[in-house]
């Protein structure tokens, strides 16, 4: 396998370091550069499989000022791989404007799969999986209701992701909008206290734990006239 003049988009855990696959260790290896969203987290996952790489840390902030110099290193015949903090990079996370743009250029981009949240709850749940909308994040404050109340009309299950800060607020809004619906929280997916809570919005709401939950969320919701 060639490596020059390439760059590799890897998936990464989502929570367990075990679920990454061995080509993707294997090309993380191989190559020169290493990007990455931040490289405290990266460089934590590396060192666990006693990968020593250059890091070189891309985020939506600084993605658009990196894309001439990474663009010329890989034309001179480096290689990269392009990682995120958690799962498939591009998916919520930065990498799409880099990516096009190497296209635009000729570069060669291989992928190589591993974690993703959303399909991962997707194949978990048990809601129809034969077409969906992956949502990820909804805005969060301009245009919020707006797309709630797209979504309330939408025909496909409906894949969310959410933070911490906005679940017990996300659960309120789809009881407002989508009282009726059949859905799933998804909480902290591979990981130790992996946890799920299924049922209406307002059913869920009263199941929770009087005090903040914590971790990562994927939410999942039903078609409009589905029923369990
Ligand atoms: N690129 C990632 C992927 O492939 O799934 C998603 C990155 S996005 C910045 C992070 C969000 O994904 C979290 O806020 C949460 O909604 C979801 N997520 C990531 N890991 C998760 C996990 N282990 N359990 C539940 N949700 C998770």
């Known amino acids: 396998m060639s490596y020059s003049g390439k760059i590799f988009v890897i998936a990464t855990p989502i929570g367990n370091l075990g679920d990454i696959t061995l080509r ?14 931040d490289t405290r987290t ?13 890091l070189i840390s891309l985020n939506a902030k600084n993605e658009r000022g990196k894309i001439d110099w990474i663009t010329g290193r890989i034309e001179k015949g480096e290689s990269g791989a392009l990682i ?21 250029n000729g570069i060669d981009i291989i992928g190589i799969p591993g974690a993703n949240a959303a399909l991962l709850a997707l194949s978990i749940n048990g809601l129809p999986t034969d077409s969906f909308l992956f949502e990820g994040f909804l805005p969060q404050k301009k245009g919020r209701q707006k797309k709630l109340k797209e979504l309330a009309e939408e025909k496909r299950t409906l894949v969310l992701y959410e933070s911490v800060h ?38 869920i709401i009263e199941q929770l734990p009087g005090k903040t939950i914590k971790g990562e969320f994927v939410v999942v919701i039903s078609p409009i006239d589905w029923r369990e």
């Open 24 to 37: 993707a260790l294997e090309t993380l290896k191989n190559v020169d550069f290493i990007l990455c969203e």
């Open 42 to 54: 990266s460089g934590n996952l590396l060192r666990h499989y006693e990968i020593s790489k250059e």
């Open 84 to 104: 995120s903090d958690a799962g498939t990079p591009c998916i919520s996370d930065p990498g799409i404007r880099l990516i096009n743009s190497l296209i635009k």
């Open 166 to 203: 906005r679940i017990e607020k996300l659960l309120n809004e789809i009881s407002e909008y989508m009282p009726d619906r059949t859905i799933v929280v998804n909480r902290e997916l591979t990981k130790k206290f992996e946890e799920s809570w299924r049922g209406t919005a307002s059913e």
